[in-house]
């Protein structure tokens, strides 16, 4: 499978008194999708699922499946831990309507790049749906290499990676330029998007496209198009806003955007996050407002 534009992971709204909002994290899906979203990401990062019960987070599956099967899109799943043989269980338990698994790169651990390989060796092999690898060494504290990243292209099932590195560093470069073209590789830094686009990634996951979904499928096109002066305008206006809507940790001046603008029906995230400030938010809604993002 071959994974091209961009996918939204999506935040996990809750009501005013905590629990799970089905209905706003449906019609987000919905709007993603109506926007030129190709497919969604259910229990990313943005999606809170450290902090969502068991019940909840089958219960984000089922949404997002619901919606994806009626729309004909792909659903990729957040997956697994640090824990080899826990990661392969939690893919086993996927519903069927998943198309592929986000899998981070083992945490806090910090095996060595031969262990990384190893360890996403046998969860692709075990996995019963195609695997990406998500490389984000500022949460994982384990960065690989170019080599190590070509390797882990070779393995059997692994489709792809969502690169978010935090810049455009000399490993990533090595590693678009040697990559087999079958292997998709998205974007996963929204600020860093455009030039990765730029250097050949296929598309994106970008939390950012949660408040401006269209803008950032728009960038994705413009690329792949090779529509360049488009692109690179696209790019530096959106740059504001990735900014601002990671002024704080994530996701939480997306949900002040996203409640502000009555799309969900709190801003409430849960500890130990807290909820974004009064001055994050504004920020990030002045930002949406020079854009053109509907408040």
Known sequence: MRLTGLFVPLITPFTAAGELADDALEGLAQHVLDEGAAGIVALGTTGEPATLTSAERHRVLEICAKVCRTRGVPLIAGAGSNSTEDSANALAA??????????????????????????????????????????????????????????????????????????????????????????SVLSGDDLFAAPLLALGAQGAILACANVAPAAYADLIESWRAGSVERAR???????????????????????????????????????????????????????????????
């Open 94 to 183: 996927l519903p069927p309507e998943v198309a592929a698994a986000l899998v981070v790169v083992p945490y806090y651990t910090r095996p060595s790049e031969d262990g990384v390989v190893e360890h996403f060796r046998r969860i692709a092999a075990a996995a019963p749906v195609p695997v990406l690898v998500y490389n984000v060494p500022q949460r994982t504290g384990r960065p690989l290499g170019a080599r190590t990243l070509c390797r882990l292209a070779e393995l059997p099932n692994v489709v792809g990676f969502k690169q978010a590195v935090g810049g455009i560093d000399e490993a990533t470069i090595g590693f678009l330029s040697r990559v087999r073209g079958e292997v």
């Open 233 to 295: 305008d696209l790019g530096n206006r959106l740059a504001p806003l990735a900014s601002a809507l990671f002024a704080e940790p994530n996701p939480a001046v997306l949900k002040a955007v996203l409640a502000a603008q009555g799309r969900i029906p709190s801003a409430a995230v849960r500890l130990p996050l807290l909820a974004a400030s009064d001055a994050a938010m504004h920020a990030a809604l002045e930002a949406c407002d020079l854009l053109g993002v509907h408040r």
